[in-house]
């Protein structure tokens, strides 16, 4: 079963997964406890990986302007054309006329 691993590039991932090196000297009893083991040091890797990957200072800034200008030009598209479209039956709009 071993044989079939291969590296990650993340040796803490790799540490993690060497656990598994050890079930062929174990009875298959004892295999849930080192799976629990392996998955446990796996979880605690990746959610280390969450706390490095926050994006880079000013970039949540950045999208948040990008998202206001597009919301903006939204607006602004459908105002005019709500302006340019001829008023519906009992369309306020229809009093100042």
Known sequence: MTDLLEE????RADAALS???RLGALPV?????????VFTG???????????TSPP???????R????DQDRDQDRDRDRDR???PPRP???RERYR
């Open 57 to 63: 200072p000013g970039t949540a800034d950045q999208d």
């Open 29 to 37: 009893s004892a295999h849930a406890d080192v799976f629990e083991e």
């Open 19 to 21: 656990g598994l090196a």
């Open 83 to 85: 302006r340019w479209a």
């Open 90 to 92: 009992g369309d306020p």
């Open 42 to 52: 796996l979880e605690h890797v990746l959610s280390s990986v969450d706390d490095r």
């Open 65 to 68: 302007d990008q998202h206001q």
């Open 8 to 11: 990650t590039g993340d040796g």
